[in-house]
């Protein structure tokens, strides 16, 4: 833990931040502070006296989910701040090394438990590449389809959580009453609401049902209308606006430096998104935008999320209108399960099924790192594959636990009422910062 | 990516700087791979960082892996990302773990030891705690090395691949004989 | 209206010369019983709490972001009265425990659990908490129970919201005092247990005495179990 007083006007201008001109709150706090150390006569109080260290415990209503925080105060605001991780950390990639392939994607959709698609993505692609398996068309934009969707419903639970952080308690209804037609659309297909395991290496389970393009239709043209009921209610909200606006601003340059991806970036200004940039699975068919921000600060991050539901809605229906017939998943009998009618008749199929099933397939040996673009911003997955059935290694390369390096940035300098607000806009996932 | 002939022409480049530093490059599923000796792997950053033609600013991932039976037993990973071409180039460093040379506890022999690139790329700070946390690995010059998942006191480097996964033995007819029961 | 009042009247008369003595044992707890709703205070007070349960803000992983659902309008959890979710334990009856339990938060979760009044109840939320879930390794406790009691499990991964309402119904009665039987009771099926270990087909009393001794003494906060 740091060890350190209040730091000097000079120090804190590196950081981008000044708060003795630019930032009222801390002028105020430092008026005060002047002020008590005046009126204290007698031995003058050193400012280590007058900082005190709380410890946001793991147990907290607040930093979603179990972080950590030892945040040095001084009166109100924040002096320094030490982020405490591992209180959800499981194992998952010791465990990933003990199971057959194919098991390992239910262990990989729990890591970021918002964003259950992403990680299965990036574990079924970082698989399909190292074996060199195609998956089919069809297969591509289911994925599509329900990748966006997750999507949107993660960017929903955050709006939902970090209202009610900052105050505007009614936002958690309305954005969970979305989030459960989402999560009845992933009822629909895959049968479970969350934690599907829907994507297989070489595409996708089972075929969507029928009925279940306009239920997604009808969706899709309910969703912007909520999106603008969301904006009516929080945009121009004198409150949300005076929480949000300029608070936790940390330059493009500083945020790239530390590593930070995905809608913290963009809203700092730096127009990076891995959906155009390295274009995978079928991205490059579509015809969306990347919301970018000017500022960086929480008000940005804000906009940049509701855009970003906005142009996944297009995608959706992008997606459907242009997806293709033809099988949904790979047909190489050697990675993938052949189809169960098979069984009874063909016994290639039924030797195939036994030996996906009880011993899985075996990968050859190497090892690639496949990044994705998450709600939260950059997966990569890293398998290290040695011709056993077993993966030698697997690791997430997660968005959350890059991107909680930058909250110091963000709430130094502040008042402790932000660092609740900045951690709702950093957006953090702890399953996925603890793996 | 840089392909296999632009990988030939890094791999020139870097040795230019610093010899004995590249050992192998290799270009495998449209990824360009560099192994590199440890001792070197700052220069090899700093170089793909700063010279104007590769421009690798971003640092997407520094991860480690135990490859067991081979020797050398631990690799540092370290992705890097050019933002403006938008190229990936992977950076492997392989290190020997001290404690196998002549079968010593890592208490005794020591950790495998590698220089720290925090201040290349501040992004690496967690990620090289958890390096450490889970394997071992010590990263020289890092401003802040502890445990990052485990509890602090906790003793072993989980993801080795000789810790025992833990857990315990879940209950069938077959082995609930030898299975004890949690009030005996 | 002047009718019924003197009707009223007449009956409230009767009655207390009934109650002076006119009608012995059996007849008078009937006529009484028609007449009044009795009841113990501990039966008031059971069901004043089981109906208005105060849980807590626990949610650890995946199964907390189901915990919230269950407070959206779905499956609204005010229709048990169970809405007040309180951040702190000193104010909060239930504990649910909704997420893998690791064993760096196991002590948190530990000390959360005594700082709450009695009485309190736990609900392990999925499997996890139940019983360490799919995670069988180094870092994830095998089982909340194994560090502090737990009034009822409800599995799944992650559950449904339905299914843990299910469960706080369960609750419910068990706090009105009404445990449900177990399966075993309900079919008539007692004695098909498998003690395997034992020779004689049964456990010996000192086996059930010291099982009995281990709950209690978790119960009575003796810190750790096993």
Redesign the interface.
């Known amino acids: 833990m740091a060890d350190e007083t209040f730091r000097d006007e000079a120090e804190v201008t590196e950081r981008g931040i000044d708060p003795f001109t630019e930032d009222p709150a801390a002028r105020l706090a430092e008026q005060i502070a002047e002020q008590a150390e005046r009126e204290l006569e007698g031995p003058g109080l050193e400012p280590e006296q007058e900082v005190l260290t709380i410890n946001m415990g793991p147990h907290h209503p607040a930093t979603h989910g179990v972080l950590r925080l030892i945040v040095t105060l001084q009166g109100e605001q924040v002096i320094d701040l030490v982020p405490v991780m591992g209180y959800l950390h499981t194992g998952i990639e010791k465990s990933c090394e003990d199971k057959s392939y194919w098991k390992v994607i239910p262990f990989v959709e729990r890591m970021d438990y918002l964003s259950y698609f992403f990680q299965m993505e990036a574990y079924c692609g970082c698989i399909e590449r190292l074996v060199g398996l195609e998956i089919p068309p069809r297969a591509k934009y289911l994925r599509i389809l329900h990748m966006e969707l997750d999507r949107i419903m993660s960017h929903l639970v955050w709006l939902g959580t970090t209202a009610l952080d900052i105050g505007a308690i009614s936002m958690l209804w309305y954005c969970f009453r979305e989030r459960d037609r989402i999560l009845d659309l992933f009822e629909m297909s895959s049968g479970q609401r969350m934690h599907t395991r829907y994507f297989q290496v070489g595409g996708v389970f089972e075929d969507i049902p029928a009925g279940f393009e306009q239920k997604v239709r009808a969706f899709c043209e309910e969703m912007p209308v909520r999106i603008d009921q969301y904006e009516a209610l929080l945009d121009r909200n004198e409150i949300f606006l005076h929480r949000t606006r300029d608070v936790g601003v940390v330059s493009r340059e500083r945020m790239l430096e530390l590593g930070v991806t995905g809608p913290l970036l963009r809203a700092a200004g730096e127009p990076w998104d891995l959906r155009k940039a390295e274009p995978y699975l079928a991205y490059g068919d579509f015809d969306f935008k990347i919301p970018i921000g000017t500022v960086g600060d929480g008000y940005d991050r804000y906009r940049v999320r509701l855009q970003e539901m906005r142009e996944s809605v297009r995608i959706i229906e992008q997606c459907l209108d242009g997806l293709p017939e033809g099988p949904w998943i790979a047909d190489d009998r050697k990675y993938v399960l052949p189809p169960r009618d098979e069984l009874s008749t063909s016994m290639e199929a039924l030797i195939h099924h036994f030996k996906l099933v009880t011993e899985g397939y075996r990968v050859p040996p190497g090892e690639l790192y496949y990044p994705i673009e998450s709600p939260r911003g950059e997966l990569g997955c890293f398998v290290v594959a040695d011709g056993s059935s077993k993966p030698a290694r697997v690791h997430f390369r997660d968005p959350s636990f890059v991107n909680l390096q930058s909250l110091r940035d963000m709430s130094v300098g502040g008042l402790i009422a932000d660092l609740i607000q900045n951690l709702g806009m950093l957006d953090p996932i702890i399953g996925g910062v603890d793996r | 990516m840089p392909d296999a002939p632009g990988l030939e022409l890094i791999a020139q480049g870097i040795e230019e700087g610093r010899q004995n530093t590249v050992i192998e490059t290799s270009f495998e599923h449209d990824r360009a791979t560099l192994v590199v000796n440890p001792e070197g792997v700052l220069h090899v950053l700093t170089w793909l960082r700063d010279t104007p033609e590769q421009g690798y600013t971003f640092l997407a991932s520094v991860h480690a892996a135990d490859y067991l039976p081979a020797t050398p037993r631990f690799a540092v990973h370290y992705e890097l990302l050019c933002r403006e071409r938008v190229e990936r180039i992977h950076v492997k460093a392989l290190l020997e773990d001290p404690a196998a040379a002549n079968g010593d506890s890592p208490s005794e022999a020591g950790l495998p030891e590698i220089d720290s690139c925090t201040e290349l790329f501040p992004t690496a700070d967690y990620q090289e705690r958890e390096a450490d946390d889970f394997f071992g690995i010590v990263f020289r010059g890092h401003p802040d090395l502890r445990r990052i998942a485990m509890p602090d006191e906790y003793v072993g480097w989980p993801q080795r691949r000789d810790f025992p996964i833990g857990g315990e033995p879940v209950l069938y007819t077959h082995n609930e004989i030898e299975a004890p029961r949690w009030f005996e | 209206m002047e009718v019924e009042r003197q009707s009223l009247r007449a009956r409230q008369l009767r009655a207390r010369d009934l109650l002076r003595g006119d009608l012995e044992g059996k007849d008078l707890e009937e006529y009484v019983e028609e007449r009044l709703l009795t009841t113990t205070l501990e039966n008031v007070l059971n069901w004043g709490r089981s109906n208005a349960i105060f849980p807590m803000?626990?949610?650890?992983?995946?199964c907390?972001?189901?915990q919230?659902?269950l407070?959206?309008?779905?499956y609204d959890i005010a229709r048990f009265g169970a809405e007040a979710f309180r951040?702190t334990p000193r104010q909060a009856d239930l504990l649910i425990l909704s997420?893998?339990v690791?064993?760096?938060?196991a002590p948190?979760?530990r000390r959360?659990y005594d700082q709450m009044l009695e009485p309190r109840w736990v609900m392990a939320m999925g499997a996890c908490s139940s019983s360490?879930g799919?995670?069988?390794?180094?870092?994830?406790v095998?089982g909340a129970d194994?560090f502090m009691p737990v009034d009822i499990h409800v599995p799944g991964?992650?559950p449904?919201p339905e299914a843990v309402l299910h469960g706080l119904n369960k609750l419910q009665r068990l706090i009105r005092g009404r445990p449900d039987l177990g399966w075993r009771q309900r079919y008539n099926a007692v004695g098909t247990e498998?003690w395997?270990?034992f020779e004689s087909g049964k456990p010996t009393q000192e086996?059930l005495d010291?099982?009995a001794a281990?709950i209690r003494s978790v119960d009575e906060g003796e810190g750790e179990?096993?």
Do not use: D, H, W
């Open positions: 803000t626990f949610g650890l992983a995946c907390a972001i189901e919230i659902s407070v959206t309008s779905r951040a997420g893998r690791s064993i760096k938060m948190v979760v959360v360490g799919m995670f069988a390794n180094y870092a994830v095998q194994k991964c992650p449904r498998e395997a270990r086996a010291r099982a281990a179990n096993a």
